[in-house]
């Protein structure tokens, strides 16, 4: 995944923010998925050893998959929780939850056997779990554990054996992701 975000603040717990994104999962269906948000953001607490926000905005997701030519667009929108949490002296835990609402039709596959989503019909939740610790000035390690919940899930792509004709596996619509990161502080 590659992934860029820039904050805007405009007051001392209030910011507005715009990011993209750009991943793949193959296994759960995605050849690519491309991504935009928008939003604003608000710390709603903050202590010496941690902090907690909500984000609220809208998001735009594209997706290409394995099993069909077809691609959708996706408009949802957005809310999020997160939290961080200071481990030791240079560590850190961050969770975050989001869930995400589509705003419109999508012509995508779905496990209904149609091949469109109705407006407020795509869910989608991500729980995420992240330990930072710092290898350098500048440059850390992260570990994360992310698990989404798709209601409409990606068709599975075909194996080297085909399906039955007309056959449309979906990938299942819980996920989970474990993962190490490299992260670099710019500024």
């Known amino acids: 995944m590659v992934r860029g975000r820039y904050d805007r603040f405009f007051a001392e717990a209030n910011s507005v923010f715009v990011s993209a994104s750009a991943s793949s999962d193959v296994p759960a269906g995605k050849k690519l998925v491309g991504g935009a948000q928008v939003g604003y953001a608000r710390r709603l607490y903050k202590t010496e050893h941690g902090e907690t926000s909500i984000e609220a905005g809208y998001d735009f997701v594209y997706e290409e998959y394995s099993a069909v030519p077809d691609a959708a667009s996706i408009h949802p929108a957005r809310l999020a929780i997160l939290n961080s949490t200071q481990i030791g002296e240079k560590s850190a835990l961050a969770v975050t939850i989001e869930g995400l ?9 779905n496990p209904d056997g149609g091949d469109t989503v109705a407006p407020l019909q795509d869910l989608r939740t991500n729980l995420s779990g992240t330990l930072t610790s710092p290898l350098t ?10 698990i989404r919940s ?36 710019l500024l």
């Open 101 to 109: 609402v589509n705003l419109n039709t999508e012509r995508a596959p």
């Open 137 to 146: 000035e500048k440059l850390n390690l992260g570990l994360s554990v992310k």
């Open 150 to 185: 798709d209601r409409v899930p990606a068709p599975r792509p075909a194996f080297s054996l085909p399906y039955a004709p007309g056959f449309l596996p979906f990938a299942e619509s819980l996920d989970t992701i474990a993962e190490a990161s490299v992260l670099y502080t």
